[in-house]
């Protein structure tokens, strides 16, 4: 399948590499693609909750033999930054056309798809990521999320607020990743956002696990919205996100594995039900 049509470059940009638009179309049809070292794969969110998968985020991963995984926008380090915004439209399509599948196999399940805070920073980029939201039906964005990452630590929340009101009127499900519970945020700044999200740091004693999870439920309540733990890798961490009453979850402790784009329906399946997260 080839990018929307309503994507295409609007006049008023610098034409990309031919290189660079061949990347994307390979990257929106296939998740991945010779020209760059990463691939996109779908990573379930687990709902405590529900006591199920809720959703499948695609998002970029770079893995090298003998070399500690790299995800999200992290893994564009061989991309120049004007390469970023065409990459993010690519993850964009890649995942709808996931979601069309899934929808059409009769899973019921949410799909989402990240795109970098660099991107929508940027006004030519954010009038492109805008431009492929605009070709997408609003009955398809209505279950659709969007995940905006790789926030830098200096971003003030106002920011972050202006930047996700200017997908809210395309795209009513966004949720944010925030840089950190180092990040200062004041009750009366609005993200705008219907969920937060906080990576779980490596390696923290029992007290910094509780500390991480605290913030993150703080600042979910202060914005009235969801909150989601990542990296959530041991059963320390679970356990710890579960007392904290965090109502979803991503990481190897919750052992449903990242899917391929073109995974089989019975691989979907056995990812979204087969997983012992319930018991851990």
Known sequence: MALLPSIATPHHFHPLPPETDSAATELARHGACLDVD??????????????????????????????????????????APE???????????????????????????GVGASVSFATLNDPQGRILYREALRGISPGELATFVIKIEDIPDNTPGKRIGEIVSSLKGLAPRIWVH????????????????????LSMPARLPLHGMATEARWLAKVA????????????????????????????????????????????????RDALYSGPAESA
């Open 38 to 79: 990463f691939v996109l794969r779908f990573f379930p969110v687990y709902d405590f909750q529900r006591q199920a998968v809720a959703a499948l985020f695609c998002t970029p991963m770079c893995a090298v033999p003998g070399v500690e995984a790299i995800y999200g926008h992290k893994a564009f380090h061989s991309l």
């Open 83 to 109: 390469e970023w915004a065409a990459v993010d439209v690519a993850i964009l399509e890649h995942a709808l056309a996931f979601n069309r599948r899934m929808a059409s196999a009769g899973i019921v399940v």
């Open 178 to 197: 925030l840089p950190g519970s180092h990040m200062p945020l004041i009750g009366t700044e609005s993200l705008h956002a219907n969920g937060v999200v």
């Open 221 to 268: 309540q202060m914005q009235t919205a969801l909150a989601c733990m990542d990296h959530v890798d041991t059963a320390n961490e679970l356990e710890t996100v579960r007392a904290e009453k965090i109502r979803f979850a991503a990481g190897g402790a919750l052992h449903h594995h990242a899917l391929a784009g073109a995974a089989s329906l019975d691989e979907v």
